[in-house]
């Protein structure tokens, strides 16, 4: 019993010793993913709930837009603090990060931009971002990138009666996001299955970008990007 005893304490002994002499691994602190800090502010004296719908939609759009590995959360002063893998979308953050916070207020119109001027949308806008059920970012057979959207029932009418006016002249529908002009599209007969095509995008990651603002919805507020490029721990 005693020889059992003994070898007992020489095994717990050399167990100890063991772990005592074990030095834990090191944190490879190459490891760690630089980020680019976004702060998102509004003029308007945003309340916490506004701010909490803002932060859901904006989550909305980058996981639409294939990002992952980046933080949203809420801070001091009505402000939104957006931290962003660096390696993302490298060079160009600035202006992404601007159309991430920017609204998203969508328009249809009607009005000849032949000769290279568009009227601004009127309020009272027939088609808006209300009417759009859904918005897929896609590749024409020619190459170009381009946006299918797809009406809501009360949408399609619309569209259908005005192409069905506008066909008859061959007349030109114009398209705004958050009052910049987007494209044209000359009608030359009735669009009566409740989609048509935006086009002339510069990238795959451009049109994938303007689909997620649509169907994600208009934020609160079109809030403006600062933007920092310090790393995070």
């Given amino acids: 019993m ?15 010793l063991t772990a005592c002499g074990t030095t834990p691994p090191k944190s490879d602190e190459s490891t760690v993913e630089p980020m680019v800090l976004v702060t998102y502010s509004t003029s308007e ?29 809420i801070i001091e002063d009505e402000k939104i603090l957006l931290e962003v893998p660096r390696s993302y979308y490298p060079g160009n953050m600035n202006k992404l990060a ?13 009005g000849d931009t032949a000769d290279g001027s568009v009227p601004l949308p009127p309020k009272d806008t027939m088609l808006d971002y209300r009417h759009i059920s859904s918005a897929e ?13 797809t009406f809501t029932e009360e949408g399609a009418r ?15 529908l114009y398209m705004n996001m958050d009052w910049q002009f987007m494209d044209t599209l000359q009608v030359v007969e009735p669009i009566t299955n409740g989609e048509c095509v935006v086009t002339g995008f510069a990238s795959r990651e451009a049109a994938a970008l303007f689909a997620a603002q649509l169907n994600a919805g ?16």
């Fill in 45 to 73: 004296n945003a309340t916490l709930q506004e701010l909490q719908q803002s932060c859901d939609i904006l989550e909305q759009r980058l996981t639409a837009i294939g990002m992952s590995g980046y933080r949203i959360s």
């Fill in 2 to 16: 005693k020889k059992w005893l003994s070898c007992l304490l020489v095994v717990a002994l050399l167990l100890c």
């Fill in 218 to 233: 208009i934020l609160p507020y079109d809030y403006s990007a600062d933007v920092d490029f310090s790393l995070v721990e």
């Fill in 98 to 110: 601007n159309i991430w916070g920017s609204q998203g207020e969508f328009a249809i119109c009607v």
């Fill in 137 to 149: 970012a896609v590749t024409l057979q020619n190459g170009e990138y381009a946006v299918t959207l």
């Fill in 158 to 172: 619309i569209l259908e009666e005005i192409t069905t006016e506008l066909a008859k002249t061959q007349d030109y």
